[in-house]
């Protein structure tokens, strides 16, 4: 069994490091996020991308050689204590790698990329709910088949898919849409999400993955809640609109262990003690992914029916089709009317058939294959709008657009602009430069003459925006951002900016409800 984290800081060597001394160092605090995020990991399977990610930002933080040295230690150290097979892996796969990198060749590493700035204006919550769940479940898989494909046959595993191609995935899609610090920190929020949109293992390695890119090694506890209805017994006298009571749940922790408790309306539970029976079969499934089972009802201060946890639910990739065992709330001998086949079942983003029921010595279980990705409309309502996967080759034509633009600043030419593979984008290029060219005269422009150039840039954003979206804020040469933040007191110009530009910064990004005319007074020149 996995030593607590305490006892790991309890021991004689360990707890010199870490306990007693009243400030830790870099390479003790981040190790202590590291043993910490092990002990509390859901999946311990998926710990190969915790301990990738770590060592990514700890690389990505500028570490010394002489710290890395000490990293090496206590890395030695935490090996001395009883540790579970995938921990104990990780941590050996790191000081292999600080051992062959660094120690030997006693250098630190080469210097490490920048990230890359935002060009995303951040997420309303609903929005970003929305977006993890497509993140996830559509365009994950994408992504992730596209690496094995490129990767060799012999890196793949033989039960499943690997944890490390879906962390290299979803950086892949983050890194892609170029998300500010604010969503990228909304993305660590529990409570936008439910077990009902998406599968806790793929979050769970989602979240190593926006740790590193904010360049942090502590992780925040996951949250057990909330729960989602997995299935009723046929016999149960639970109410027909009992999913809705799910809303309430809540966590209760007793000497014994955890039960979830979900409230049951006065009314509601004395129509059900009023049977000969009670009967109140139910599985439910929380987001830390393990199943609950109904136990009783209670009546104490409040009616509740209380569940009793029976084990974590895993997607089984291994064959030709996704799998999921999930649990039965009543035994059977057999399947009534032998139609089980056609029972479906929606979890974890995705609708489930039954393949087959099994009987053990405990209950009766069912096995369900995977059917299909649950459309982003069948989850949310259909009003909301949801946030749209910017392909790379969208993302590859903007930056070639943004090297052009330099390369015609610096050469004084229009020519690299001219010479764009994507011909659709050689106008919004001219335009770009000519307004560039407009503010770095010699002589300031007025605000109408800027207003104009926007406008033009408007129109010749329309037949592309489609395709391409708006123009990022990323790629305007410096000069013209420089002149823009000096205008954002003017309305006008302030709506165009948010109307053409995509990403602006929070100082602009702040849309005037009163647009003015366009041929309301101003003052004569630019600020």
Same mark, same amino acid.
């Given at each position: 069994?996995?030593?607590?984290?305490?006892? +790991?800081?309890?021991?004689?060597?360990?707890?010199?490091?870490?306990? %007693? !001394?009243? %400030?830790?160092?870099?390479?003790?605090?981040?190790?202590?996020?590291?043993?910490?995020?092990?002990?509390?990991?859901?999946?311990?399977?998926?710990?190969?991308?915790?301990?990738?990610?770590?060592?990514?930002?700890?690389?990505?933080?500028?570490?010394?050689?002489?710290? &890395? %040295?000490?990293?090496?230690?206590?890395?030695?150290?935490?090996?001395?204590?009883?540790?579970?097979?995938?921990?104990?892996?990780?941590?050996?796969?790191?000081?292999?790698?600080?051992?062959?990198? =660094?120690?030997?060749?006693?250098?630190?590493?080469?210097?490490?990329?920048?990230?890359?700035?935002?060009?995303?204006?951040?997420?309303?919550?609903?929005?970003?709910?929305?977006?993890? /769940?497509?993140?996830?479940?559509?365009?994950?898989?994408?992504?992730?088949?596209?690496?094995?494909?490129?990767?060799?046959?012999? #890196?793949?595993?033989?039960?499943?898919?690997?944890?490390?191609?879906?962390?290299?995935?979803?950086?892949?899609?983050?890194?892609?849409?170029?998300?500010?610090?604010?969503?990228?920190?909304?993305?660590?929020?529990?409570?936008?999400?439910?077990?009902?949109?998406?599968?806790?293992?793929?979050?769970?390695?989602?979240?190593?993955?926006?740790?590193?890119?904010?360049?942090?090694?502590?992780?925040?506890?996951?949250?057990?809640?909330?729960?989602?209805?997995?299935?009723?017994?046929?016999?149960?006298?639970?109410?027909?609109?009992?999913?809705? $009571?799910?809303?309430?749940?809540?966590?209760?922790?007793?000497?014994?262990?955890?039960?979830?408790?979900?409230?049951?309306?006065?009314? !509601?539970?004395?129509?059900?003690? %009023?049977?000969?029976?009670?009967?109140?079969?139910?599985?439910?499934?929380?987001?830390?992914?393990?199943?609950?089972?109904?136990?009783?009802?209670?009546?104490?201060?409040?009616?509740?029916?209380?569940?009793?946890?029976?084990?974590?639910? !895993?997607?089984?990739?291994? @064959?030709?089709?996704?799998?999921?065992?999930?649990? &039965?709330?009543?035994?059977?001998?057999? &399947?009534?009317?032998?139609?089980?086949?056609?029972?479906?079942?929606?979890?974890? @983003?995705?609708?489930?058939?039954?393949?087959?029921?099994?009987?053990?010595?405990?209950?009766?279980?069912?096995?369900?294959?995977?059917?299909?990705?649950?459309?982003?409309?069948?989850?949310?309502?259909?009003?909301?709008?949801?946030?749209?996967?910017?392909?790379?080759?969208?993302?590859?034509?903007? #930056?070639?657009?943004?090297?052009?633009?330099?390369?015609?600043?610096?050469? @004084?030419?229009?020519?690299?602009?001219?010479?764009?593979?994507?011909?659709?984008?050689?106008?919004? @290029?001219? $335009?770009? $430069?000519?307004?560039?060219?407009?503010?770095?005269?010699?002589?300031?422009?007025?605000?109408?003459? =800027?207003?104009?150039?926007?406008?033009?840039?408007?129109?010749?954003?329309?037949?592309?925006?489609?395709?391409?979206?708006?123009?990022?804020?990323? =790629?305007?040469?410096?000069?013209?951002?420089?002149?823009?933040?000096?205008?954002?007191?003017?309305?006008?110009?302030?709506?165009?900016?948010?109307? /053409?530009?995509?990403?602006?910064?929070?100082?602009?990004?702040?849309?005037?409800?009163?647009?003015?005319?366009?041929?309301?007074?101003?003052?004569? +020149?630019?600020?």
């Amino acid at each position: 069994m996995f030593a607590t984290f305490a006892s +790991h800081l309890a021991t004689p060597r360990i707890a010199g490091l870490f306990v %007693k !001394r009243s %400030k830790l160092s870099r390479a003790e605090g981040d190790v202590q996020a590291l043993l910490a995020r092990m002990h509390h990991r859901l999946y311990p399977e998926t710990t190969p991308a915790l301990a990738s990610y770590w060592l990514k930002t700890v690389y990505s933080g500028g570490y010394s050689v002489r710290r &890395w %040295k000490e990293l090496d230690r206590l890395l030695e150290l935490a090996l001395a204590e009883p540790l579970p097979d995938p921990s104990r892996d990780a941590l050996i796969d790191i000081r292999n790698w600080i051992q062959e990198t =660094i120690v030997v060749a006693d250098q630190k590493p080469a210097s490490v990329t920048p990230r890359l700035q935002p060009v995303r204006a951040s997420f309303s919550s609903e929005q970003l709910t929305a977006y993890i /769940v497509r993140l996830l479940n559509e365009w994950l898989p994408v992504e992730v088949a596209r690496l094995l494909v490129q990767e060799s046959e012999s #890196t793949v595993e033989q039960d499943g898919i690997p944890v490390l191609a879906i962390g290299k995935a979803l950086e892949r899609l983050l890194v892609r849409e170029h998300l500010s610090q604010a969503t990228l920190e909304m993305l660590l929020e529990p409570e936008l999400l439910s077990p009902g949109y998406v599968y806790p293992a793929d979050m769970e390695i989602l979240r190593d993955v926006v740790l590193s890119l904010l360049g942090r090694t502590w992780a925040p506890i996951s949250s057990v809640m909330p729960a989602t209805l997995l299935c009723v017994a046929p016999d149960s006298h639970l109410p027909a609109d009992y999913r809705e $009571a799910l809303r309430d749940a809540f966590l209760v922790r007793r000497p014994w262990g955890e039960e979830v408790h979900v409230p049951i309306a006065p009314v !509601r539970a004395i129509g059900i003690l %009023k049977h000969e029976r009670v009967l109140i079969g139910s599985i439910i499934v929380t987001m830390d992914g393990r199943s609950w089972e109904s136990e009783n009802l209670q009546s104490d201060e409040q009616y509740s029916v209380v569940y009793q946890p029976i084990g974590r639910l !895993r997607i089984d990739y291994s @064959g030709d089709h996704a799998g999921l065992r999930v649990p &039965w709330p009543v035994n059977r001998l057999r &399947w009534s009317g032998g139609g089980y086949s056609r029972d479906i079942f929606n979890l974890f @983003g995705r609708e489930w058939r039954v393949s087959k029921w099994e009987l053990d010595a405990d209950r009766t279980w069912l096995n369900l294959v995977f059917s299909r990705v649950l459309p982003i409309s069948e989850i949310f309502p259909a009003d909301m709008k949801s946030w749209r996967l910017r392909p790379s080759s969208v993302d590859m034509a903007w #930056t070639a657009l943004e090297s052009a633009l330099t390369s015609s600043l610096v050469q @004084g030419s229009g020519e690299p602009i001219e010479q764009l593979r994507h011909a659709d984008l050689i106008p919004l @290029g001219r $335009a770009i $430069a000519g307004l560039t060219e407009l503010v770095t005269g010699w002589r300031s422009p007025t605000y109408e003459a =800027i207003e104009t150039q926007l406008r033009a840039l408007r129109y010749l954003e329309c037949p592309v925006v489609s395709s391409y979206g708006r123009v990022p804020w990323r =790629i305007l040469p410096g000069p013209l951002t420089a002149t823009f933040f000096m205008v954002r007191r003017h309305p006008v110009l302030l709506a165009l900016l948010n109307d /053409v530009f995509e990403g602006l910064p929070e100082t602009l990004n702040q849309v005037t409800h009163q647009r003015a005319a366009s041929g309301s007074t101003s003052p004569p +020149h630019a600020a």
